[in-house]
């Protein structure tokens, strides 16, 4: 494995082509794999067009390549499709600097997930209640009995729970019925759908209730992804100031909503590259993070007998199959890249690239400061929104970053500045 890691060597340094050929070699990708990520074989427009409504083209969003990880000792490579300068990297160097010194460990809490029945104003809480109870197999079996595919893959409805909650004008009390899930490999969010709306005849007859909303929760508290960090006789200094930023985002939300974004710049552009719903799975986190009635970063890390701990938990529902997972080509190449076949591996992984990203994040603030290699990542993007041609690109990323090393700081209209000086200089070159 050691000669196969090599191959991901100062990734960061080759020609696009020679990324492909080692990526080719690392995960056994096919020309057809190749083609379908660099583009040559784009998403059809006739798929495109049964995806979303009105489709008139595409999006494209940059798909790179986060190399150094190991994970459960696996050694990973993990796509990322992201805007944003800087998050590769950092998640790139702070696995390798793991790796150097000390272990990522993932586990899985649970398998399920969420479907909710809503009856809005019960008239009459202690029959509803005794009814849903008395029929609880009953109803579980009509669920079930939706779903014959995914029972036969060994998933299926597990349970179903009823909650009693006050309604917020003080007028009453909601029920809300919880169908509890095992949607396998899938993110399940259709299926679950589909049973909550085929049961709601049911639980109106047997409760003699309206039933409200049927729906699917993002909150799958259920299905919980698990990563634990430890660095090993770290630089006192940097891990004090790690657990310090984390005690400031304990008690200040407005740091922690920085912290928690920070988390989701890794997990979001895992979902991205594979096609699942990344919005489904911030609208998970973001509560989970509030469940406590105060909104709290949803990693924590401490200091230990000289050694740094980090954890995340999160709840997320991810799918390897089903959905744009099965219909976008990239995203099959995605999975491909990542060497696994089932979700759970997939929301480990996912978990774990967060926590990555975020202690990236923290001993960047604990130490130079997040702006100065942000920054220097940040002059390919000032240097093309200064307008600079392909062959210009480098000379003025280079300029830029001599100017960041003396005046701290860099803006679009240095750039600009500083691709005009070229210009004038290859003119007048041109001219002798």
């Not at 459960?72 to 790139?92: F, K, Y």
């Not at 460990?105 to 009459?124: C, R």
């Not at 940040?378 to 970053?401: K, P, S």
Request: aromatic share 4%; net charge neutral; proline share 4%.
């Amino acid at each position: 494995m050691e000669n196969k890691m090599q191959l991901m060597e100062n990734f960061h340094r080759i020609g696009i082509s020679e990324r492909l050929e080692r990526l080719r070699g690392f995960c056994n990708l096919s020309d057809d794999d190749i083609k379908i990520i660099t583009g040559e074989h784009a998403l059809p427009m006739s798929i495109a067009e049964h995806l979303i409504e009105n489709v008139v083209g595409y999006f494209p969003v940059p798909l790179g390549i986060a190399t150094n990880f190991r994970i459960d000792g696996r050694d990973l490579l993990v796509p990322m499709a992201v805007e944003e300068t800087s998050i590769i990297a950092a998640a790139s160097a702070t696995a390798k600097w793991i790796r150097r010194e000390g272990s990522i460990k993932t586990y899985s809490k649970g398998n399920l997930i969420i479907g909710q029945i809503q009856f809005p104003d019960v008239k009459n809480v202690q029959h509803a209640r005794h009814e849903l109870h008395e029929n609880r197999d009953v109803l579980m079996g009509l669920a079930n009995a939706c779903l014959p595919g995914l029972v036969k893959r060994g998933g299926g409805v597990r349970d179903i729970a009823v909650r009693e909650i006050p309604r917020p004008d003080g007028t009453g009390i909601m029920l809300v019925i919880h169908i509890l899930c095992d949607p396998c490999d899938a993110m399940g969010a259709n299926l679950i759908n589909q049973v909550c709306e085929a049961l709601k005849p049911r639980v109106e007859e047997l409760t003699h209730e309206r039933v409200g909303l049927c729906i699917l929760s993002n909150l799958v508290d259920g299905k919980l992804a698990v990563a634990e960090v430890v660095i090993r006789n770290i630089n006192p200094v940097v891990g004090n100031g790690i657990q310090e930023a984390t005690l400031f985002a304990k008690a200040d939300p407005y740091r922690a909503a920085t912290h928690n974004k920070g988390v989701l710049n890794g997990i979001d552009p895992v979902l991205i590259a594979t096609g699942n719903d990344w919005r489904a799975a911030e609208a998970g986190i973001h509560a989970y993070a509030a469940r406590s009635g105060k909104y709290q970063p949803i990693t924590d890390w401490y200091m230990q007998d000289g050694d740094l701990h980090g954890k995340i938990e999160i709840p997320l529902a991810a799918g390897t199959v089903g959905g744009v997972t099965r219909l976008h080509p990239t995203a099959a190449v995605a999975l491909k890249i990542l060497g696994i076949s089932n979700a759970a591996d997939l929301a480990r992984i996912c978990a774990a690239v967060g926590i990555v990203q975020n202690l990236g994040a923290l001993k960047a603030l604990a130490t130079v400061g997040i702006v100065k290699g942000h920054m220097m990542l940040h002059t390919a993007n000032l240097a093309i929104a200064a307008g600079a041609d392909v062959h210009e690109i480098i000379r003025v990323r280079e300029r830029l970053a001599e100017v960041l090393k003396t005046e701290k700081t860099i803006s679009l209209t240095r750039a600009k500045q500083i691709l005009e000086d070229i210009r004038v200089a290859d003119s007048r070159t041109a001219m002798l």
